[in-house]
């Protein structure tokens, strides 16, 4: 039900990617007239262009390396956030996939002193991050990739399937109200209400304009004079079926050097099924051997996982912003909002960014903001 009240602004929301799906949601269930436009709306099997259909879905927000901040704060609160959206969905009836839990581990000792620093800034901070040591990490099973030095374990942190909550939101959203509109935009006019042109001549009206659409933002703002210096870096995934059933013995998510190792158990075949990546290619062109080395880890795979087979391999894009901090969250002129640049963490904060822009249409500002929960 929407909270009565005075009518509330109507808000164009550019690109359904995970970033915009959560915004339009959260809007629609907060009593906004909600436009959301893409012109992946108009194919059946969106394409893996955008970074959301690629993304893996690991959210790092206790493993992060500072513990003050901007960054830290919306990863806390995009922590929080998510522990009710889930819930949320799922009560409504969805399935989604997710798994708490995740394990960094060290090859170095400078790894090993950043986690030490982070184990204690954490239990500074009243949370719970461990500290595993080498002999805890041979006991796990399946054998762990590399020699690892020592590993921090997070069990708040985890990962979550982003096709299927971003089929939940996309439906949630349409049963709150949200008119789902397949166009490319092409150009914004500066006018009172915001104008937004899509190709073919046609044009959309709307209180509030929230531009979400990752690399392509950069384009929009162009057409109103204002420079965002957005880059693309690519990166490439497999899932891969293992030649028998492991007894997972793993707290969660593996990373190792910077690649993610996620058991994918709920996916069929026994418990066989994992998801290895992601590469990190600057620019939009597949890169063969960034593959190979991922398949590979980097030479330092275990037996179990080279013998594995691929059955899946996609790519996508990363928004990644030139010249300053990721995601760029900014309202540049009043009802122009710019919600992208989320380069490596769109999933993660995917919520923070929803309540950032509920706050800054409801005239919250960041320092006060509550959550936006409908
Ligand atoms: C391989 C890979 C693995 C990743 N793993 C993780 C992970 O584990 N955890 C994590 O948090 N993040 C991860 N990410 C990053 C994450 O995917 C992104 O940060 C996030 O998807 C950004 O979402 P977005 O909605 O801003 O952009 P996108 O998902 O790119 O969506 C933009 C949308 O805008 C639409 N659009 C573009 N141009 C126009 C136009 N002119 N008019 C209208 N619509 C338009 C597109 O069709 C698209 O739907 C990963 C990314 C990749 C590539």
């Known amino acids: 039900m929407h909270p009565v009240g005075p009518t509330r602004g109507s808000v164009l929301v550019v ?19 909600v436009t959301l436009v893409d012109p992946a709306f108009a194919i059946q099997k969106p394409t893996m262009a955008s970074g959301s259909q690629a993304a893996l879905g690991v959210m790092m927000a206790q493993v992060f390396h500072r513990s003050a901040g901007r960054a830290w704060r919306l990863r806390q609160q995009s922590q929080a956030l998510w522990v009710q959206w889930l819930a949320e969905l799922e009560q409504r009836g969805y399935r989604l996939p997710h798994r708490r839990g995740l394990l960094l581990l060290a090859a170095s000792e400078d790894d090993l002193s950043k986690q030490a620093r982070i184990a204690g800034d954490r239990a500074r901070l009243g949370q719970t991050v461990r500290l595993i040591s080498p002999r805890e990490l041979d006991l796990l099973h399946p054998q762990l990739p590399g020699q690892p030095l020592g ?11 982003p096709g299927a909550v971003m089929a939940a939101m996309l439906s949630e959203a349409k049963r709150a109200g949200v008119v789902c509109l397949a166009g490319k935009a092409v150009a914004v006019v500066r006018h009172r209400p915001w ?3 899509l190709e073919g001549h046609r044009h959309l009206e709307a209180d509030w304009l929230v531009l979400a659409l990752g690399l392509g933002t950069a384009a929009l703002l162009a057409s109103l004079g204002l420079v965002l210096d957005l880059e693309p870096v690519l990166g490439q995934a497999l899932e891969l079926e293992l030649a028998s059933a492991p007894h ?3 707290p969660g998510v593996v990373v190792w050097r910077g690649m993610n190792l996620v058991p994918r158990p709920d996916l069929g075949d026994q418990g ?8 990190l290619e600057p620019g939009a062109r597949l890169d063969a051997a960034a593959l190979a080395s991922l398949r590979q880890l980097g030479g330092e795979a275990p037996s179990w996982l080279k ?39 769109g999933v993660l904060l995917a919520p923070a960014t929803a309540a950032w822009i509920c706050g800054r249409i409801q005239g919250i500002h960041e320092s006060q903001q509550k959550p936006c929960i409908g």
């Open 248 to 250: 997972w013995s793993w």
């Open 195 to 197: 104008q937004l042109v």
């Open 15 to 33: 690109g359904a990617g995970i970033i915009g799906l959560a915004a339009a949601w959260r809007l629609a269930e907060q009593g906004h007239p």
């Open 151 to 161: 590993g921090l374990f997070s069990p708040e942190d985890g990962q979550l399937d």
């Open 307 to 345: 013998e594995a087979e691929v059955v899946r391999h996609w790519n996508g894009l990363r928004c990644h912003p030139r010249g300053q901090a990721a995601p760029v969250l900014e309202e540049p002129e009043p009802g122009l909002l710019i919600a992208s640049g989320h380069y490596r963490n």
């Open 272 to 279: 066989r099924r994992l998801w290895l990546g992601a590469t």
